[in-house]
């Protein structure tokens, strides 16, 4: 619940999204046809060919390892029949978003590159997860894992002259960093990164899950990826990717091992499949190729 005093600065950095975090006008579009199930899903194919970077990385991802297929995937049509629309959207917005990613975040003490290690690893491993516990769509909860510090990147940009209070308060030692958040600023970096979704619109499953990240119990019962995203973050913080002054500093819900259908014990086993997947060459090879100045 965003803070009454601080709903202001709130609304003033939502107000703000627009023009902070732009998507691809051809991902906008890509959004908005697999929403609507009228729309003609071959509009995808035509919308993304105008882009041809984004052709050559939403293929580099199709080609990747950890899909397996033995032919190269050559054009988006052949991507589409052998992954499905869905897929293709996802990873339209997985390249679409990188950008944003790479820079560094001051406030947090993520040095260039921080962030988007860890929420790619967090997204490798949400996948993971939700492989193992039988989510209908994984790369849907990838996607998830992908965004779900987003908020982090609109607090750098806006708010970081509050930030400092931000880490006063967390540096006695007596709280968390996101109460700290929460005592400053009035909200959490999920509240406002959900925000970031909902002007994209994507799905509310993925809004709730970067809303409710590292308090997966209150989003609703029904919505299992929060707790995959929950529990690939723990994981990737233990693993010590991308920490900043926050890292390690998040509690663990236990209930979400149940809640999976999984032991606590797999957590080692999932570290070695994060770690695998991370040093996948074709995935690092997807993104190195990106413009460095962005
Ligand atoms: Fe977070
Ligand atoms: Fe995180």
């Given at each position: 619940?965003?803070?009454?005093?601080n709903?202001e600065l709130f609304n003033k950095l939502v107000a703000g999204l627009?023009d902070l975090m732009?998507?691809?006008?051809?991902?906008?579009?890509?959004?908005?046809?697999?929403?609507?199930?009228?729309?003609?899903?071959?509009?995808?194919?035509?919308?993304?060919?105008?882009?041809?970077?984004?052709?050559?990385?939403?293929?580099?991802?199709?080609?990747?390892?950890?899909?397996?297929?033995?032919?190269?995937?050559?054009?988006?049509?052949?991507?589409?029949?052998?992954?499905?629309?869905?897929?293709?959207?996802?990873?339209?917005?997985?390249?679409?978003?990188?950008?944003m990613f790479k820079k560094g975040i001051v406030s947090y003490a993520l040095e260039k590159g921080a962030i988007?290690?860890?929420?790619?690893?967090?997204?490798?491993?949400?996948?993971?997860?939700?492989?193992?516990?039988?989510?209908?769509?994984?790369?849907?909860?990838?996607?998830?894992?992908?965004?779900?510090d987003v908020g982090k990147l609109v607090l750098d940009e806006q708010a970081k002259d509050k930030f400092i209070n931000v880490i006063r308060l967390f540096s006695?030692?007596?709280?968390?960093f996101l109460?700290a958040e929460e005592q400053v600023l009035g909200f959490n970096h999920g509240e406002i990164g959900?925000k970031v979704?909902?002007?994209?619109?994507?799905?509310?499953?993925?809004?709730?899950?970067?809303?409710?990240?590292?308090?997966?119990?209150?989003?609703?019962?029904?919505?299992?990826?929060?707790?995959?995203?929950?529990?690939?973050?723990?994981?990737?913080?233990?693993?010590?990717?991308?920490?900043g002054y926050d890292g390690?500093?998040?509690?663990?819900?236990?209930?979400?091992?149940?809640?999976?259908?999984?032991?606590?014990?797999?957590?080692?086993?999932?570290?070695?499949?994060?770690?695998?997947?991370?040093?996948?060459?074709?995935?690092?090879?997807?993104?190195?190729?990106?413009?460095?100045?962005?």
């Open positions: 619940m965003v803070d009454e005093n709903q627009k732009p998507l691809p006008t051809t991902v906008t579009a890509i959004i908005k046809l697999t929403k609507d199930p009228n729309s003609d899903l071959k509009e995808i194919v035509y919308n993304l060919e105008k882009d041809q970077a984004m052709v050559s990385r939403v293929l580099k991802l199709a080609n990747s390892s950890y899909y397996g297929f033995s032919r190269q995937i050559k054009t988006i049509s052949h991507a589409v029949v052998c992954l499905g629309y869905n897929t293709i959207k996802n990873m339209a917005l997985t390249v679409s978003t990188y950008p988007f290690k860890h929420s790619y690893a967090v997204a490798v491993g949400a996948r993971i997860i939700a492989n193992k516990a039988g989510h209908p769509n994984p790369e849907e909860v990838y996607v998830m894992g992908l965004l779900h006695k030692g007596s709280i968390t109460e959900s979704a909902e002007k994209w619109n994507l799905s509310d499953e993925i809004v709730e899950t970067i809303r409710f990240h590292h308090h997966p119990s209150d989003a609703s019962p029904n919505n299992k990826s929060v707790h995959m995203v929950h529990l690939s973050d723990v994981i990737v913080e233990m693993m010590g990717i991308g920490l390690l500093s998040y509690e663990l819900n236990e209930a979400s091992f149940e809640i999976l259908g999984l032991k606590n014990s797999c957590m080692e086993e999932l570290m070695v499949k994060i770690m695998d997947e991370m040093q996948d060459e074709a995935n690092g090879a997807i993104f190195s190729d990106e413009d460095s100045s962005k």
